[in-house]
């Protein structure tokens, strides 16, 4: 049977037409996708540096601290933070234990003081100009003075801290307070000390966190650092554990043994609360001060992979 010419022109031409949507629609697609960047990968989280609050190693310390230093850097940590009798170095002394420090590859980004290094005059610069040869960024205040009391008063020394941060802006340097286990108590307007610290500083002031402190006065830190957004800039990782120091329970657990959320708190400190760096800190344990600090940094590692 023969075909018109015209009728199989007609079909093909049908057929044709009948593919062309999906292909122009396929080909469409794939000039956009060409076109489009590929979704970027998650960045990978930074590293954050881990250091030593040296409070955890105060018996070496006191005797020999180049060797205090050399021991804590073989052991792999980063960072140290001086703690309060560091203030009565010369600046002399602190160039020393500065290049002591540079030939180990250790940094400080801050140091803990008495309500001295705050006191405006020769007692502040002094700390100003120690603090800059340590090359710290935060001078914290350790403890509160002891006539601290009441809504008012707390005020009164935020206004004081306030006015640190202003006097240490030009120096490249800033503040910040370490809360015990006093201030999550609740003073006589229902808020806690640290509720009325946060609220009457600067949000460039530092709220350096003692974990076990809080964890000790039943208060969450993890609420704590998901409230502060920005303010936690480092932390005192220190664990606790109910029980007496008999039973080697309370700050004498080692990192890990304790009832922390680690993980909760470390992701909520890199998400929400701006950390820049993590710190050791333990009062004591079973075993030796090096002994003590080491076997923290490993069960850190063993927990979070990194150091």
């Known amino acids: 049977m023969k075909h018109s010419s015209s009728g199989l022109s007609r079909r093909t031409f049908l057929a044709i037409s009948g593919m062309l949507p999906a292909a122009i629609a396929a080909r469409t697609a794939s000039i956009a996708s060409a076109a489009e960047p590929a979704a970027p990968e998650p960045?990978?989280?930074?590293?954050?540096?881990?250091?030593?609050?040296?409070?955890?190693?105060?018996?070496?310390?006191?005797?020999?601290l180049p060797n205090t230093l050399k021991s804590v850097a073989k052991i792999g940590y980063e960072v140290v933070e001086f703690y309060s009798p560091y203030f009565k170095w010369t600046p002399a002394y602190a160039k020393d234990v500065r290049a002591q420090m540079d030939d180990l590859g250790l940094r400080c980004y801050s140091t803990h003081n008495g309500f001295e290094s705050f006191t405006p005059g020769?007692?502040?610069?002094?700390?100003?100009?120690?603090?800059?040869?340590?090359?710290?960024?935060?001078?914290?205040?350790?403890?509160?003075p002891g006539n601290t009391s009441g809504v008012d008063s707390w005020k009164r020394l935020c206004e004081r801290l306030t006015a640190a941060v202003e006097q240490l802006k030009p120096h490249g340097l800033s503040a910040g307070y370490h809360n015990h286990q006093a201030e999550w108590a609740k003073l006589e307007d229902g808020q806690r000390i640290m509720e009325v610290i946060a609220a009457n500083t600067p949000k460039?002031?530092?709220?350096?966190?003692?974990?076990?402190?809080?964890?000790?006065?039943?208060?969450?830190?993890?609420?704590?650092?998901?409230?502060?957004?920005?303010?936690?800039k480092t932390m005192h990782l220190k664990d606790w554990a109910p029980g007496g120091h008999t039973e080697d329970k309370g700050y004498r657990v080692l990192f890990?043994?304790?009832?922390?959320?680690?993980?909760?708190?470390?992701?909520?400190?890199?998400?929400?609360?701006?950390?820049?760096?993590?710190?050791?800190?333990?009062e004591g344990s079973r075993l030796s001060e090096f002994e003590t600090v080491k076997r923290c940094l490993e069960n850190w590692k063993a927990m979070f992979g990194k150091a």
Request: net charge negative; proline share 5%; charged share 25%.
């Open 43 to 64: 960045a990978p989280a930074k590293r954050r540096p881990m250091g030593l609050e040296l409070y955890s190693v105060r018996g070496e310390l006191a005797r020999d």
């Open 122 to 144: 020769e007692n502040l610069a002094h700390a100003i100009e120690l603090n800059q040869i340590l090359g710290a960024r935060y001078i914290v205040l350790a403890s509160a």
């Open 204 to 232: 460039e002031f530092m709220l350096q966190l003692d974990v076990g402190t809080c964890e000790e006065a039943g208060s969450d830190p993890v609420a704590w650092v998901k409230a502060n957004p920005g303010r936690i």
């Open 256 to 282: 890990g043994e304790g009832v922390t959320p680690w993980k909760d708190l470390l992701a909520a400190a890199e998400s929400v609360g701006g950390i820049e760096y993590f710190l050791i800190e333990q």
